[in-house]
C-alpha cells in the first residue's frame, strides 16, 4: 500500500491531542528529573478502541508486556500512563510489578477499569522506578482540554529531545468533522522494526479496535519504520492511538466508502511525527529524505531507502557538506534486494551526480552550498520496476557523541 497523496485531509497546525473530541491531557513534575516535568497522561472521556504496534527488541519492557495486556482484553483503552527518566526495562519480576501499579494506580485515581489503562516508560534502561514519586505525581495528574495541558503532556514525554514533536490533521468523512491529533518523543535509539520511541494519536473517528489495527499496522511500515537515527533499536517503543468515536461518524472499516480519507490522515499524522523525530535526532543538524524508485518492489524501494539514510558514512558526508555520492553507492551496494549495477542515477538535491552508472561532472560548490541546507533530499533511480519508497534520518554529528557519551550523567 501506498502513502496515499489525495488532498481531502487538512493540516491544523494549531492543533493537537486534545484537538479530537473528548480527550484530556496532563502533566507534571513528579521528582523522576531534576526539574522537568516527568509524568504525563492521555485520558479519553469514554473508552476508546485502541491499536498498538512495538518494539521488536528481545529485551521489551515491562510497560509494553502490561499495555499489550490491557489491550487485548477487550481492544479498549481510557487512559494512558507515561514516564520520563526510567525506562523500566530489564528490571525483572519488580520492573513488572512496578508497571501494573503504575496501571492499577491511575485505574484507582481516574475509577477506571484496570484494563482500560495503558502504560508507557522511557529513559535509562537498567534502573528500577522510584514509584513513591510515582504514586504522588498520579495524584497530582489533573487532565484537561486547553492548550496548556496539551504542552505539559508533551513536555512530560521528552528525555533528550530538544523539541516538542506534535501535528494536527482533519477531514471530513460522512459528511461529519473528523480530527486527529499526534505527540511523540524521540531523538536517539531509534532504528525500528515495528515502531519507534514513543508516538500517542489520539481521533475522534469510529473504528473497531481490529480494522484500526490493520491501518496502524499499513501506515506504520511506511511512516515510523522508514525513520532511522542511529541503527539502535530501544526496548520501549511503541506507537499506540485511540479512536473514541465522538464525531459520530457511520463506523469505519475497510469497505467504508471513504476508509482512503482515514488512511490518508493517519499517514500524514504518522509520517509527519516520524520526520519530526528524524530532523531532533541527538546532535543533529540535517533532516535526510531519501527517496528511492523504479525498483521491482515498494518493499525493495524503503529497504534501500532506508539503508542509505541509515549509513554512518552517508550521515557524515551529509554532516560536513561533503557531495560524496560514492557513500550512498557503497550504501546500496550492501542491499539485500537484486540490484542492477550497471543502471543507477543519484542525486541530491537538483543536482545529478550518476546517470545510468555514469558519472556526471558538477559544481562542487553549487553542491556545498546545497549540503549546507537544513533539509537534504537524497534520489535514487534503479531502472528496475515500479517499486518507491522514502526513509527519513539525520546527519551524524560531534554533539551526537557528547550526547550519548554522557547520557547518564
Same mark, same amino acid.
Given at each position: 500500500m501506498q502513502l496515499v497523496t489525495q488532498t481531502k485531509v487538512t493540516e491544523l497546525p494549531m492543533g493537537s491531542i486534545l484537538t479530537p473530541k473528548g480527550f484530556r491531557a496532563a502533566g507534571v513534575h513528579a521528582g523522576l528529573r531534576y526539574s522537568k516535568k516527568d509524568l504525563g497522561m492521555i485520558l479519553s472521556d469514554t473508552p476508546a478502541q485502541c491499536a498498538a504496534v512495538y518494539t521488536t527488541s528481545h529485551f521489551q519492557a515491562a510497560p509494553l508486556i502490561v499495555t499489550q495486556e490491557s489491550i487485548a482484553s477487550e481492544g479498549l483503552i481510557q487512559a494512558v500512563i507515561v514516564n520520563s527518566a526510567c525506562a523500566n526495562a530489564c528490571t525483572g519480576d519488580q520492573g513488572l510489578k512496578d508497571a501494573y501499579q503504575m496501571r492499577k494506580s491511575a485505574a484507582d485515581k481516574f475509577n477506571l477499569k484496570e484494563l482500560h489503562v495503558a502504560v508507557a516508560s522511557t529513559g535509562v534502561i537498567?534502573?528500577?522506578m522510584q514509584m513513591d514519586k510515582i504514586e504522588e505525581g498520579i495524584k497530582m495528574l489533573e487532565p484537561g482540554n486547553?492548550?496548556?495541558?496539551?504542552?505539559?503532556?508533551?513536555?512530560a514525554i521528552l528525555t533528550t529531545d530538544l523539541v516538542m514533536k506534535k501535528c494536527c490533521y482533519s477531514a471530513v468523512i460522512d459528511g461529519k468533522t473528523v480530527t486527529m491529533?499526534?505527540?511523540?518523543?524521540?531523538s536517539g535509539m531509534i532504528h525500528p522494526n515495528m515502531a519507534t520511541m514513543l508516538a500517542f494519536v489520539t481521533t475522534d473517528a469510529n473504528i473497531d479496535s481490529s480494522d484500526l489495527q490493520l491501518a496502524l499496522k499499513q501506515v506504520t511500515d511506511q511512516t515510523f519504520n522508514q525513520i532511522t537515527v542511529d541503527g539502535d533499536t530501544s526496548t520501549n517503543d511503541m506507537v499506540l492511538v485511540m479512536a473514541n468515536g465522538t464525531s459520530g461518524i457511520n463506523k469505519l472499516s475497510p469497505d467504508h466508502p471513504e476508509w482512503?480519507?482515514?488512511?490518508?490522515m493517519l499517514s500524514k499524522t504518522s509520517e509527519s511525527l516520524a520526520k519530526q523525530i !528524524?530532523?531532533? %535526532?541527538e546532535g543533529a543538524t540535517k533532516l535526510i529524505e531519501v527517496e528511492v524508485s523504479g525498483t521491482k518492489s515498494d518493499d525493495d524501494a524503503r529497504m534501500i531507502a532506508k539503508q542509505i539514510v541509515g549509513s554512518n558514512l552517508v550521515k557524515? !558526508?551529509?554532516? %560536513?557538506?561533503?557531495?560524496n555520492w560514492g557513500r550512498i553507492i557503497g550504501a546500496i551496494g550492501q542491499c539485500q534486494s537484486a540490484i542492477d549495477p550497471s543502471s543507477v542515477d543519484i542525486a541530491i538535491g537538483p543536482i545529478v551526480m550518476l546517470k545510468?552508472?555514469?558519472p556526471l561532472a558538477f559544481s562542487e560548490e553549487v553542491a556545498k552550498e546545497y549540503l549546507s541546507n537544513a533539509f537534504i533530499q537524497i534520489t535514487v533511480y534503479l531502472h528496475q520496476g515500479e517499486g518507491k519508497g522514502k526513509a527519513w534520518g539525520c546527519d551524524l554529528s560531534y554533539d551526537y557523541v557528547k550526547i550519548n557519551a554522557s547520557y547518564r550523567t
Amino acid at each position: 500500500m501506498q502513502l496515499v497523496t489525495q488532498t481531502k485531509v487538512t493540516e491544523l497546525p494549531m492543533g493537537s491531542i486534545l484537538t479530537p473530541k473528548g480527550f484530556r491531557a496532563a502533566g507534571v513534575h513528579a521528582g523522576l528529573r531534576y526539574s522537568k516535568k516527568d509524568l504525563g497522561m492521555i485520558l479519553s472521556d469514554t473508552p476508546a478502541q485502541c491499536a498498538a504496534v512495538y518494539t521488536t527488541s528481545h529485551f521489551q519492557a515491562a510497560p509494553l508486556i502490561v499495555t499489550q495486556e490491557s489491550i487485548a482484553s477487550e481492544g479498549l483503552i481510557q487512559a494512558v500512563i507515561v514516564n520520563s527518566a526510567c525506562a523500566n526495562a530489564c528490571t525483572g519480576d519488580q520492573g513488572l510489578k512496578d508497571a501494573y501499579q503504575m496501571r492499577k494506580s491511575a485505574a484507582d485515581k481516574f475509577n477506571l477499569k484496570e484494563l482500560h489503562v495503558a502504560v508507557a516508560s522511557t529513559g535509562v534502561i537498567g534502573e528500577y522506578m522510584q514509584m513513591d514519586k510515582i504514586e504522588e505525581g498520579i495524584k497530582m495528574l489533573e487532565p484537561g482540554n486547553e492548550a496548556l495541558h496539551s504542552e505539559d503532556f508533551q513536555t512530560a514525554i521528552l528525555t533528550t529531545d530538544l523539541v516538542m514533536k506534535k501535528c494536527c490533521y482533519s477531514a471530513v468523512i460522512d459528511g461529519k468533522t473528523v480530527t486527529m491529533g499526534g505527540s511523540a518523543k524521540g531523538s536517539g535509539m531509534i532504528h525500528p522494526n515495528m515502531a519507534t520511541m514513543l508516538a500517542f494519536v489520539t481521533t475522534d473517528a469510529n473504528i473497531d479496535s481490529s480494522d484500526l489495527q490493520l491501518a496502524l499496522k499499513q501506515v506504520t511500515d511506511q511512516t515510523f519504520n522508514q525513520i532511522t537515527v542511529d541503527g539502535d533499536t530501544s526496548t520501549n517503543d511503541m506507537v499506540l492511538v485511540m479512536a473514541n468515536g465522538t464525531s459520530g461518524i457511520n463506523k469505519l472499516s475497510p469497505d467504508h466508502p471513504e476508509w482512503d480519507v482515514f488512511i490518508e490522515m493517519l499517514s500524514k499524522t504518522s509520517e509527519s511525527l516520524a520526520k519530526q523525530i !528524524a530532523k531532533d %535526532g541527538e546532535g543533529a543538524t540535517k533532516l535526510i529524505e531519501v527517496e528511492v524508485s523504479g525498483t521491482k518492489s515498494d518493499d525493495d524501494a524503503r529497504m534501500i531507502a532506508k539503508q542509505i539514510v541509515g549509513s554512518n558514512l552517508v550521515k557524515t !558526508a551529509i554532516y %560536513g557538506a561533503d557531495a560524496n555520492w560514492g557513500r550512498i553507492i557503497g550504501a546500496i551496494g550492501q542491499c539485500q534486494s537484486a540490484i542492477d549495477p550497471s543502471s543507477v542515477d543519484i542525486a541530491i538535491g537538483p543536482i545529478v551526480m550518476l546517470k545510468n552508472s555514469e558519472p556526471l561532472a558538477f559544481s562542487e560548490e553549487v553542491a556545498k552550498e546545497y549540503l549546507s541546507n537544513a533539509f537534504i533530499q537524497i534520489t535514487v533511480y534503479l531502472h528496475q520496476g515500479e517499486g518507491k519508497g522514502k526513509a527519513w534520518g539525520c546527519d551524524l554529528s560531534y554533539d551526537y557523541v557528547k550526547i550519548n557519551a554522557s547520557y547518564r550523567t
